[in-house]
């Protein structure tokens, strides 16, 4: 499994996460082929090198000319689903958004549809959450760690006028997360920061992995006596996997549009694998077994969306032991486009080769072909 742990010791915020996964290795061009995707206009973006206390990095910056940057949580909605992403991609900014409108919403005690976004509203916040929802996606990161993000103090100069730091949004989004005091001022982790990690990452401990890939994103400033910038290691887990739990639920009273929206809250929530089963119930009723595959740090939330987004009054659990084949992602260019392949290995042999489903359905989409033809091309390049 491909994993990712984010050391966030002088803050994060949206562009120091895109830069340091762009250092790490995602793609700037496919990056901005993806923004592109976006219905908004007059902006582009670059990636730069920068030194931060002798430390190098990535400064990711944009650049537009909007003048009206307020977009409420329904505005934004609409924009991502107009947006021409990967669903991958899709689902993921917008998870962040929809934690930041929540976010918000508490704050000034108002409901979240009328939540205005003022600054991560703007055209630079959008273009940092989608791209570091694709540049997660882009280096196949199935699951993110991060560790402690810093407090602050200070005030910064914001829409409302001057806010203390963290931000009173910051502050909402980092409940459940671990925090330590860094006794510095100014800003370190931003609302558009706090909610990309609130919404991708866990703060249990990484599994064991051997890293492969090292990015450094830069923030802004350049203060004296630190580096500001995030670090993202990435690499593959080892072969074993234990410690997993399988969540188990029987519904006979859930519509198949609920138990189809439920399977994909799942995923969404961290679910290593989600099945609907036809099973007998009592009364000779006909039902849907639920089954969700989780890690540890993962069983509370995913029986949460049970509980939510099902008609379940209880979750059956039990401990269950995963033998994971060794893997890593590969990334082909065929005649339709780039496209990630999976390579698992046994022994040091190659006994599994699959290409990543919505680069292909991308690729098919964009090219006019079936699908079957893309995903046949990435396996030929692979082989070649």
């Known amino acids: 499994m491909r994993v990712a742990l984010l050391e966030p010791f002088a803050g994060v915020a949206g562009d120091m996460f895109v830069g340091a996964c762009l250092h790490a290795g995602a793609s700037l061009k496919g990056l901005r082929e993806a923004l592109a995707g976006l219905p908004l206009e007059g902006f582009s973006v670059s990636a730069r090198k920068v030194v931060r206390c002798g430390v190098t990095a990535r400064k990711f910056t944009v650049r537009h000319k909007e003048h009206h940057p307020h977009r409420t949580w329904r505005t934004i909605r609409a924009l991502l689903k107009k947006a021409k992403l990967a669903k991958a991609v899709r689902d993921r900014a917008t998870e962040a958004f929809r934690l930041l409108a929540e976010a918000e919403a508490r704050v000034h005690g108002v409901p979240v549809d009328s939540i205005h976004?003022?600054?991560?509203?703007?055209?630079?916040a959008v273009c940092d959450i989608v791209g570091a929802a694709f540049c997660i996606e882009d280096l196949g990161v199935e699951a993110l760690h991060t560790r402690p993000l810093p407090l602050s103090t200070g005030f910064v100069e914001a829409a409302h006028g001057r806010i203390p730091v963290p931000a009173p949004a910051t502050m909402e989004l980092l409940q459940g997360l671990p925090v330590v005091d860094s006794g510095l001022k100014g800003e370190l982790v931003t609302p558009t920061g706090a909610a990309l990690v609130k919404a991708w990452a866990s703060p249990a401990p990484a599994p064991p992995f051997t890293a492969d890939a090292l990015g450094y994103g830069a923030g802004d400033r350049d203060p004296e006596g630190y580096p500001n910038v995030c670090r993202l290691v990435v690499g593959e887990t080892t072969g074993a996997s234990g410690g997993l739990s399988e969540l188990v639920c029987d519904v006979d009273d859930a519509t198949p549009q609920v138990l189809g929206h439920l399977l994909a809250r799942l995923l969404e929530a961290g679910a290593l694998d989600a099945t609907l089963q036809a099973v007998s119930m009592k009364k000779d009723r006909p039902g849907t077994r639920v089954t969700a595959l989780a890690r540890a740090e993962t069983v509370p939330a995913l029986e949460a969306v049970l509980f939510r987004e099902g008609t379940t009054l209880g979750v059956r659990r039990r401990a269950v032991e995963r033998t994971e084949l060794p893997r890593r992602i590969v990334r082909v260019k065929?005649?339709?486009?780039?496209?990630?392949?999976?390579?698992?290995?046994?022994?040091?042999?190659?006994?599994?080769?699959?290409?990543?489903?919505?680069?292909?359905?991308?690729?098919?989409?964009?090219?006019?072909?079936?699908?079957?033809?893309?995903?046949?091309?990435?396996?030929?390049?692979?082989?070649?």
């Open 117 to 124: 976004f003022h600054e991560v509203g703007a055209v630079d």
């Open 334 to 384: 065929t005649d339709y486009g780039a496209v990630r392949v999976k390579v698992g290995t046994l022994g040091g042999e190659v006994v599994h080769v699959a290409p990543e489903y919505e680069d292909c359905r991308a690729r098919a989409a964009e090219a006019g072909v079936p699908l079957r033809e893309v995903l046949a091309a990435a396996v030929r390049k692979w082989r070649r």
